[in-house]
Antibody
Framework: EVQLLESGGGLVQPGGSLRLSCAAS????????LTWVRQPPGKGLEWVSSITRDGDNTYYADSVRGRFTISRDNSKNTVFLQMSSLGAEDTALYYC???????????WGQGTLVTVSS | QSALTQPASVSGSPGQSITISCTGT?????????VSWYQQHPGKAPKLMIYEVNNRPSGVSNRFSGSKSGNTASLTISGLQAEDEADYYC??????????FGGGTKVTVL
């Protein structure tokens, strides 16, 4: 069974940093790209970042480029999202998702909540 | 990276068919066959319903179908059922090698 388990969310002050993790199981991790998608409370989905199977290529939304860094550890079946210079606009539920070649995401975790507030 | 345009809400009676549109540009929806659709029930993670414009993942009902014409993609739900009441989002690959979502459509079963 494919499982994605996010962790690392919490309350952080404006300007602070946080590192999210997503532990994957039930599939061959190195066969898939991974994606982070976020959803502010009561709002829609926003694509944040994606990383290729080998980790050599990374992609970011304009809203997070330069502040967020996606990475993966294929030996630990885990993908990370390092977030810095956080602002209120980054408050959201952050989902990790397995991504197919055509960019669709077929399995999603349950999300980890990030709240940026003083 | 402007969001794709979806209607805020669509409604229908049980058994009817409804269609949700998703309008982008030639740099996203119109330029690639990489449009996907997601269903999200309250408090739940999104679920992939359609990928690559018109393909259904295993386990998704054949009442769900997708299509595309020019810069607009569409999701059709036929034989509408109470369990179909949810939010639906489209997504597309873009010419910047990024992805973009639509604003979401709330489907109400009357």
């Amino acid at each position: 069974e494919v499982q994605l388990l996010e962790s690392g969310g919490g309350l952080v002050q404006p300007g602070g940093s946080l590192r999210l993790s997503c532990a994957a199981s039930g599939f061959t991790f190195t066969n898939y790209a991974l994606t982070w998608v976020r959803q502010p409370p009561g709002k829609g989905l926003e694509w944040v970042s994606s990383i290729t199977r080998d980790g050599d290529n990374t992609y970011y939304a304009d809203s997070v480029r330069g502040r967020f860094t996606i990475s993966r550890d294929n030996s630990k079946n885990t993908v990370f999202l390092q977030m810095s210079s956080l602002g209120a606009e980054d408050t959201a539920l952050y989902y990790c998702a397995r991504t197919l070649r055509g960019s669709a995401s077929d399995y999603w975790g349950q999300g980890t909540l990030v709240t940026v507030s003083s | 990276q402007s969001a794709l345009t979806q209607p805020a809400s669509v409604s229908g009676s049980p058994g009817q068919s409804i269609t949700i549109s998703c309008t982008g540009t030639s740099s996203d929806v119109g330029g690639y066959n990489s449009v996907s659709w997601y269903q999200q029930h309250p408090g739940k993670a999104p679920k992939l319903m359609i990928y690559e414009v018109n393909n259904r993942p295993s386990g998704v009902s054949n009442r769900f179908s997708g299509s595309k014409s020019g810069n607009t993609a569409s999701l059709t739900i036929s034989g509408l059922q109470a369990e179909d009441e949810a939010d639906y989002y489209c997504s597309s690959y873009t010419s910047s090698s990024t992805r973009v979502f639509g604003g979401g459509t709330k489907v109400t079963v009357l």
